[in-house]
T-cell receptor, first 111, second 114 residues
């Protein structure tokens, strides 16, 4: 059983559409990170959130950390083919160096 | 900066053979992490080091797995003897100061055990 559950597992949309992916847990996290991974490469960090209720924006990407620090969401506005990839959330609990990764959301944006 | 460098990129070997995966972290990074990624279990932390010292190896699946970091610029993950269920992509990552600092991942080693 994964400590962090991500949904949906797969998402295929047209260019220009909006989407939201979710990262949920019954555990509280001291910090949460979002990564994007492309085929044949390692994950690349997008953002870190540490405060309950925190919202961070990265161009067309909006990240939110739940008030109780148990969940997070990633919203993409006007998706582009370059957004295609595997999106992973990772949370750290008491051990700030040990991150638990979710199973990921595989996003495909069609031109 | 060159980033985290892993070798080999691909490894195919027969069951029972010893496998050694190598990692060169980013210069100046104090933390080094080994992960394994599979379709079934996702990305799992195997072990991590701080200043070359293993801190948490609770994710290492069995005694067949061992990891070392003889100096700040080199780490190995060894599997002996290897089994088909060890087939996965193995990633090394490094970070400075740990905590919520970003982990920089290598491109991984795709391991296939026949």
């Amino acid at each position: 059983t994964q400590l962090l559950e991500q949904s949906p597992q797969f998402l295929s949309i047209q260019e220009g559409e909006n989407l939201t992916v979710y990262c949920n847990s019954s555990s509280v996290f001291s910090s949460l990170q979002w990564y994007r991974q492309e085929p044949g490469e390692g994950p690349v960090l997008l953002v870190t959130v540490v405060t309950g209720g925190e919202v961070k924006k990265l161009k067309r990407l909006t990240f939110q950390f739940g008030d109780a620090r148990k969940d997070s969401s990633l919203h993409i506005t006007a998706a582009q083919p370059g957004d295609t990839g595997l999106y992973l959330c990772a949370g750290a609990r008491n051990n700030f160096n040990k991150f638990y990764f979710g199973s990921g959301t595989k996003l495909n944006v069609k031109p | 900066d060159a980033g985290v460098i892993q070798s080999p990129r691909h490894e195919v070997t027969e069951m029972g053979q010893e496998v050694t995966l190598r990692c060169k972290p980013i210069s100046g990074h104090d933390y080094l992490f080994w992960y394994r990624q599979t379709m079934m279990r996702g990305l799992e932390l195997l072990i991590y080091f701080n200043n070359n010292v293993p801190i948490d190896d609770s994710g290492m699946p069995e005694d067949r797995f061992s990891a070392k970091m003889p100096n700040a610029s080199f780490s190995t993950l060894k599997i002996q003897p290897s089994e088909p269920r060890d087939s996965a992509v193995y990633f090394c990552a490094s970070s400075s100061r740990g905590g919520d600092q970003p982990q920089h991942f290598g491109d991984g080693t795709r391991l296939s055990i026949l």
